[in-house]
């Protein structure tokens, strides 16, 4: 009786955290096409989310070195969708939908208590991909290699500089082409 008593429990118990899991799948799903709404119009064309910086997760930070003297000449500043980081760590693959915005930022460097140290200064302009392994805009030459990809002035949001990712994207993430285009490496919310 009582081993009875004990396997229902465990059963009851093992139902309830696969529902849960379902749930939290589903949410995640929920949110990230949610994300993916906000960024991308029906033909394709992307824009920056307006809430990225509170609803987005912090996904890391990269430093370009000046080219003479101390201290760096840009800071880009990277965040990604809610649920992508997560579904990142499951199977160490973005899942479709999954947004990266990158903000690229001229510095200031000057001398600390610390050393001389690089901030973010002014905000030049942002970087936004998307995720699409199913090439859903063929028709569209922002959109392939599993990725939407454009690049936006600091003065518009919503319209992209970039006419070709091929052109104008492609080049500088052809080193992580082996992960998924993306410079993983550089981010430890992605590890764990």
Same mark, same amino acid.
């Given at each position: 009786?009582?081993?009875?008593?004990? =396997?229902?429990?465990?059963?009851?118990?093992?139902?309830?955290? =696969?529902?849960?899991?379902?749930?939290?799948?589903?949410?995640?799903?929920?949110?990230?096409?949610?994300?993916?709404?906000?960024?991308?119009?029906?033909?394709?064309? =992307?824009?920056?989310?307006?809430?990225?910086?509170?609803?987005?997760?912090?996904?890391?930070?990269?430093?370009?070195?000046?080219?003479?003297?101390?201290?760096?000449?840009?800071?880009?500043?990277?965040?990604?969708?809610?649920?992508?980081?997560?579904?990142?760590?499951?199977?160490?693959?973005?899942?479709?939908?999954?947004?990266?915005?990158?903000? *690229?930022?001229?510095?200031?460097?000057?001398?600390?208590? &610390?050393? &001389?140290?690089?901030?973010?200064?002014?905000?030049?302009?942002?970087?936004?991909?998307?995720?699409?392994?199913?090439?859903?805009?063929?028709?569209?030459? *922002?959109?392939?290699?599993?990725?939407?990809?454009?690049?936006?002035?600091?003065?518009?949001?919503?319209?992209?500089?970039? &006419?070709?990712?091929?052109?104008? #994207? *492609?080049? #500088?993430?052809?080193?992580?082409?082996?992960?998924?285009?993306?410079?993983?490496?550089?981010?430890?919310?992605?590890?764990?």
């Amino acid at each position: 009786m009582k081993a009875t008593s004990i =396997l229902i429990g465990l059963a009851g118990f093992m139902a309830t955290a =696969l529902v849960a899991a379902e749930v939290q799948n589903h949410v995640t799903a929920a949110t990230s096409d949610q994300s993916t709404q906000t960024v991308v119009d029906a033909q394709g064309n =992307l824009r920056v989310p307006e809430d990225y910086r509170t609803a987005y997760q912090f996904l890391g930070a990269w430093a370009i070195a000046a080219d003479q003297g101390k201290g760096s000449q840009q800071l880009h500043v990277v965040y990604a969708s809610p649920g992508t980081i997560a579904a990142y760590r499951k199977d160490g693959h973005f899942p479709d939908g999954s947004v990266l915005v990158k903000e *690229l930022f001229e510095t200031a460097t000057e001398p600390m208590k &610390t050393g &001389t140290v690089s901030h973010a200064q002014t905000l030049k302009g942002w970087f936004v991909m998307v995720r699409d392994s199913k090439e859903t805009h063929p028709g569209n030459k *922002l959109w392939g290699d599993g990725w939407g990809w454009s690049l936006f002035d600091a003065g518009n949001p919503t319209k992209t500089t970039s &006419t070709d990712y091929k052109a104008n #994207c *492609l080049g #500088c993430h052809v080193p992580a082409q082996a992960t998924e285009w993306i410079y993983v490496s550089g981010y430890p919310p992605l590890k764990g």
